[in-house]
């Protein structure tokens, strides 16, 4: 988008104050400057002269706290695309100042690199594992890297990758030929939901690839680093295109958009974006896939009142509300209760909480508040980087109650019916 195409598209917002009532960094800070209109605001100064992007920092950090959640859009009545615009203002001063050293390391150094996160994984096992993490949290340093630490769960001793020889079977006359999206967070922190999922795709009769891909950019678009979110773009869509599935399946909400969100990153390449519509049509998240085949419904017990939370990239992006709650009331001896808010962002978007971490706690706060009201004893999600924001927000609030993916439950009543 030029200037003057965001001007006309700022133009659009009357100023009516319908997002406050939505927007999570407003509802906790009731700062106008970090609500959508006050945003856009900022953005129509700098454009039209009164204010610079670059001189005024307090710009910067009210674009840099949007979580992108896409409620306030969801919720305008005049369609003002206000991620959109936040992205745009991000790209610039990404283009502009380069990533910040921090993200940098994280972002460009590790997630771009499946060795290289492999690596850290490991070595975050050992640190978890052996007395240096109490030496290192002796030295009472607070830094980025704590931060991290105490969002991380506790690791996998292998990722999902690593365990796919033994998991994965050839089925006898399958009905289905999948392929499986294994995202970064999945594969090397939650590996019990890529377990599950593949146990799950395989009891109804897929039969499964999984694919070499890399990680989907996600990081890298919400931070503004478009050339590198291009670049591992192009190789996911590469590696995808040799496949011919009948579906791509992905158990990460994240994943799962921004697959879809290439067709709009190759607006200016065609060649590009003919193949990344060929596969966005194809992208599936689990749930919704399952309940389209009309998953197998002989499972066992599991008692447990469960409450859902809506992901914003699944809810939002993906327009996944209903099927994972299906899954959820499919199984016996589960009570569904829906919680306030279900659908507000957790405040974990992405690597946001290490970032912004106060901000991120107050939201964190709020859900995990909500999710106390229910009496739940399982919170369920369909998004890994919530999962770790939703489990820190239980070690926060001193509570045990696990945090789940709907396939991990749909596994264990598979399991249980087969004792
Ligand atoms: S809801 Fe939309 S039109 Fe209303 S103030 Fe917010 S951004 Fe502007
Ligand atoms: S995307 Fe979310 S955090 Fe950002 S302005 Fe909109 S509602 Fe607020």
């Not at 950019?217 to 995808?240: C, T, V």
């Not at 607006?267 to 519509?277: R, S």
């Not at 197998?296 to 993906?318: N, Q, S, W």
Request: hydrophobic content about 35%; aromatic content about 6%; charged content about 25%.
């Amino acid at each position: 988008m030029n200037k003057n195409v965001i001007l006309e598209v700022l133009m659009k917002c009357n100023r009516c104050g319908l997002c406050q009532e939505v927007c999570p960094t407003y509802r906790v800070s009731g700062n106008e400057f970090a609500v959508a209109r006050g945003r856009n605001r900022l953005i129509r100064m700098a454009i039209e002269g009164q204010l610079e992007f670059d001189k005024e920092p307090e710009i910067e950090q009210f674009i840099n706290e949007c979580l992108l959640c896409k409620a306030c859009e969801t919720n305008c009545p005049s369609g003002v695309p206000t991620p959109e615009l936040i992205s745009q203002v991000r790209e610039y001063y990404t283009s502009t100042k380069g990533l910040p050293i921090a993200k940098k390391i994280m972002y460009r150094g590790v997630f771009s690199h499946n060795k290289r996160i492999d690596l850290v994984r490991r070595l975050a096992k050992v640190y978890q594992k052996t007395g240096i993490k109490t030496l290192v949290r002796m030295t009472g340093v607070n830094n980025i890297f704590n931060k991290a630490d105490d969002m991380l769960p506790d690791l996998p001793k292998n990722s999902v990758r690593g365990q796919l020889p033994m998991l994965l079977k050839n089925i006898h006359q399958p009905k289905y030929k999948v392929a499986y999206f294994l995202g970064c967070s999945v594969n090397n922190f939650f590996s019990s939901i890529g377990v599950a999922t593949i146990k799950v795709l395989q009891k109804n009769s897929c039969q499964i690839i999984v694919p070499d891909v890399n990680c989907c950019g996600a990081p890298h678009n919400s931070a503004g680093d478009q050339r590198e979110f291009k670049r591992l773009a192009i190789k996911n869509l590469k590696e995808l295109a040799k496949l011919d599935p009948d579906a791509i399946i992905v158990d990460c909400s994240t994943c799962g958009s921004i697959l879809k969100e290439y067709v709009g990153l190759f607006e200016n390449e065609p060649e590009y974006q003919k193949l990344a519509k060929q596969i966005a049509e194809k992208v599936k998240d689990i749930s919704s896939f399952l309940i389209e085949i009309g998953f197998k419904k002989e499972m066992g017990e599991i008692k447990a009142r469960v409450t859902y939370h809506d992901p914003c990239h699944g809810v939002r992006f993906l327009n996944v509300q209903e099927a994972p709650r299906e899954i959820l009331k499919s199984i016996p001896g589960i009570e569904l209760i829906e919680m306030n808010e279900a659908d507000m962002c957790c405040g974990g978007a992405g690597s946001y909480s290490i970032f912004y971490p106060k901000l991120s706690r107050q939201i964190l706060s709020r859900k995990i508040n909500n999710f106390k009201k229910t009496g739940a004893s399982i919170l369920a999600t369909s998004c890994p980087a919530c999962t770790m924001q939703l489990s820190f927000g239980m070690k926060l609030h001193e509570l045990t109650s696990p945090v789940k993916h709907p396939v991990e439950l749909l596994a264990e009543a598979y399991d249980n019916k087969a004792k």
